[in-house]
Every structure is written in C-alpha cells, then in structure tokens.
C-alpha cells in the first residue's frame, strides 16, 4: 500500500512540474490594449539594405486583451486570422491585399539602412504592402504583422520584421509575345520550265557525288541553347518565390 501511494505521489509531483514548464506560454498575461505599438521594418537583398522602398501599412483588425482578433472596416470579409500556419497567413496577406481602402494607416520610405518605423500604432493586426512593386529592383510580397506579438509567453509592442525580398525577372528582348504585325504574303510556287534565271541541268552531265568522309545517315542538328543565358542545353533557372517573414521583438 505505501509502496502504490508513493509511486502516485512520484507521478503526481512529474506532471506539477512538467505543468509548470508550460505554465508561461499557456498563461500570458493580458495584453494591454490601449499601449501604442512600434513597427519597424527592415528591408535587405543579398545581405545588402535596400533603401527607397515605399511601404504602407493598414489597420486590418482589432485585437483584444486576450489575443483575438477581428478584422474590421474594409476587412471585415477577409480570412479569419486566428490560429492560422504561417503559409496560410501569406495567403490571408495576399486576399487582403485586394480589399485594399483609399488611404492606409500610414505611410514610409525605408532609408540608405533599409529600415522605416512606424510608431504610434493602435493595438491590432496590420497588413505591409510595397507601393512601387519592382521600381528599385525588388519586389515584396504583402504580409501580416500582429501587433502586440508573443514571444516566448511576453507581450511585445515594439516588433521589428525583416520580409524577404526577390528581384524581379523580365523576358528578354527575343522572348516577345506580341504578335507580328505584318502577315508576309503567300509567294507564287516558282516554274521552272517558265523562269529565264534558272539553268535547266543536261541529264547527259554526271553529277556531283558525296564524298565518302561524310555521313548522311547522321542527321546534324545543331545544339540547343539557354533562352536567357545561351548555355547549351541549360535549365532554366527556377524563380525564387516570396513570403519570408522574420519577426522579432525590438529594443
């Protein structure tokens, strides 16, 4: 009997402690909402910052003291935002791209260092788009950033986000797709018993034969080559895609 009510005893003192390992991040401490957050975004390409991208950013959803949110003005038929993985957050990010209203929440140009803040944010959910997609040789896809965010069971209302960053492709000059604007004209079948410029062979004279270091039976078809780069029969280089989004507390 004491030997069953110590080995309860044990297990009962494993799952206390175990509990309290996760007793942080399952019990949080209300968010305060009426706490201005702090958005700072960094852009870079190739380890390099990149400056002049404009950014704008929209107030897509409130959130509660509890973590909730609710989308809200012009977003309120979007995606519901809660408890989504990351790639379903892209895809949340790229629907409401298209709901887009007039003015944004604010506005910003990243400098020489790649970094823009926007300070002075209401609690809630906001969506960053780039305003001149490919104008300095990059592109950015939209994303969400939850402001306050929890890391580690803490609240956090100042957030730093560094999105990934892609440079745009174009076809080349001879990639075209428009068509020609000129159809050529059919041309006439040429006669050859009717044409003066054509020098009709005596069948009396012996032709020219093959000379017998060359094989016809081979047929000679030149290499193919890379449409962007002329690299023999090179594939062609995959696009990257975008959507990375690294997000961590600021100081």
Not at 97 to 105: C, F, I, K, R, Y
Not at 143 to 149: A, G, Q, R, S, W
Not at 157 to 165: C, E, G, N, R
Request: charged share 15%.
């Amino acid at each position: 009997m004491k030997k069953t009510f110590r080995r309860v005893l044990g297990i009962c003192v494993i799952v206390v402690v175990i509990l309290s390992l996760f007793a942080p991040a399952l019990a949080a401490d209300p968010i305060d909402t009426n706490k201005k957050a702090t958005l700072e975004i960094y852009l870079s390409l190739y380890n390099a910052p990149k400056g002049g991208g404009d950014l704008a950013i929209y107030k897509v959803a409130d959130i509660d003291e509890d973590g909730v949110s609710t989308l809200a003005g012009a977003f309120a038929a979007g995606p519901d935002l809660n408890g989504l993985s990351a790639t379903k957050l892209m895809d949340a990010a790229s629907s409401l791209s298209g709901m887009l209203p007039g003015s944004p929440t604010a506005a910003g140009t990243t400098a020489a260092d790649g970094r823009v803040t926007f300070s002075d944010l209401e609690v809630g959910a906001y969506l960053v788009v780039m305003t001149n997609q490919g104008a300095n040789g990059f592109l950015m896809s939209p994303f969400i950033v939850f402001l306050p965010t929890q890391i580690e069971g803490v609240w956090h209302h100042s957030i730093k986000a560094s999105p990934k960053l892609v440079t745009p492709i174009f076809p080349s000059p001879d990639e075209s797709t428009e068509p020609p604007t000129e159809i050529p004209e059919e041309s006439t079948p040429l006669d050859p018993w009717e044409s003066e410029d054509i020098d009709i062979i005596d069948p009396s004279t012996p032709l020219q034969t093959v000379p017998p270091d060359i094989d016809l039976s081979a047929p000679h078809v030149a290499p193919l080559s890379h449409p962007h780069t002329g690299g023999l029969q090179g594939p062609i280089p995959p696009r990257p895609g975008l959507g990375l989004l690294v997000v961590s507390a600021g100081g």
